[in-house]
């Protein structure tokens, strides 16, 4: 009997692994190496790979705002060995920014598994004459035209902050967008930017070596790493409230029974001690759960951004 039962658990095995990629799972990623999209592939990608018949890899394929990265997915084998790290600006924002994708993330694509957020902060030069977010406003009003605000890319969470300030309150102030967080930095340290809304894990160590300011996170709690930051909404603004995420989806073809078994492997990583409390030292909230909440949350990120970039009127520069 025992023998039986042992023949059995090694046939799930089998089937299970069966429903696995022969070939290393290869993570493409919409941005450069270096940002906290990158960082948080690669600590998940290392810890999920045990759990994988071939490992996995991270291919970074940056440009168009991550719409290269984007089709290149779309077009892969649906067989489960090539995947895509959804974040905010690419699997929310671009569906409305760029109508015209040559791919359609509702239809194309499926949920795989939600990965974590990490919280977002307005930033400020060290000598940009304004200290409260209601300053910082009143300086745009004053100056108008005259004050601008840095984003790492046409549809990031960075860049739909401000534009829904600027819809809110009439601001007129001048968006500057750079590849990528890093550069976006280097320019507001050097004060060749004013505004600069990033997420705590890349702004982090220039904060806390006073390289950069900070003046609200746009959360509904504070960030732990900046316990003396207000919310927008204890700053007088309420209802800004913009977290960036990290998901991995699949083309939609791929089998139930794939994405099932990716599910459980990369489940095993988010759910490992040692990523839980690298992610959490980094400032990124670990998620998870089922290929369904993962869909269903990439849907509803579409369906609001679509709202808030109407609304605005924001186009792709």
């Given at each position: 009997m025992l023998r039986l039962a042992a023949l059995l658990f090694c046939g799930l095995i089998s089937v299970a692994q069966a429903q696995l990629p022969d070939r290393p799972v290869r993570i493409v990623l919409p941005s450069p190496p270096g940002g906290t999209a990158d960082i948080v592939a690669r600590l998940l990608a290392e810890t999920a790979a045990p759990h994988l018949a071939k490992g996995v890899v991270v291919d970074n394929k940056p440009g168009a705002n991550g719409n290269i990265a984007l089709a290149e997915a779309a077009r892969a084998a649906p067989d489960g060995s090539t995947l895509f790290l959804c974040a905010f600006g690419p699997c929310g924002a671009n569906p409305s920014l760029y109508?015209?994708?040559?791919?359609?993330?509702?239809?194309?694509?499926a949920g795989l598994i939600?990965?974590?957020?990490?919280?977002?902060?307005?930033?400020v030069r060290p000598g940009l004459p304004a200290a409260t977010l209601q300053e910082v406003l009143a300086l745009v009003k004053a100056r108008p035209g005259a004050v601008s605000f840095a984003s790492s890319g046409v549809g990031a969470s960075n860049h739909l902050g401000p534009e829904m300030l600027r819809g809110r309150f009439g601001l007129d102030w001048?968006?500057?967008?750079?590849?990528?967080s890093g550069p976006a930095t280097t320019d507001l340290i050097a004060g060749n930017v004013d505004v600069f809304f990033d997420n705590v894990p890349s702004i982090l160590p220039h904060l806390r070596s006073g390289a950069v300011r900070p003046i609200a996170v746009l959360s509904a709690q504070r960030a732990p790493?900046?316990?003396?930051?207000?919310?927008?909404?204890?700053?007088?603004?309420p209802g800004v409230v913009i977290e960036s995420w990290f998901g991995l989806i699949a083309p939609a073809q791929v089998p139930a029974g794939t994405l099932a078994s990716l599910n459980a492997a990369f489940g095993k990583a988010l759910a490992?001690?040692?990523?839980?409390?690298?992610?959490?030292?980094?400032?990124?909230?670990p998620l998870g759960g089922s290929t369904q909440q993962a869909t269903d949350h990439m849907h509803a990120e579409i369906a609001r951004w679509a709202e808030v970039i109407r609304q605005n009127g924001i186009r792709a520069e």
């Open positions: 109508p015209q994708q040559g791919f359609d993330l509702r239809k194309d694509f939600l990965v974590g957020t990490v919280q977002n902060v307005m930033t001048v968006h500057v967008p750079y590849r990528g790493e900046l316990p003396e930051v207000p919310t927008f909404a204890e700053a007088g603004v490992n001690p040692a990523l839980r409390r690298r992610f959490t030292e980094l400032g990124v909230a």
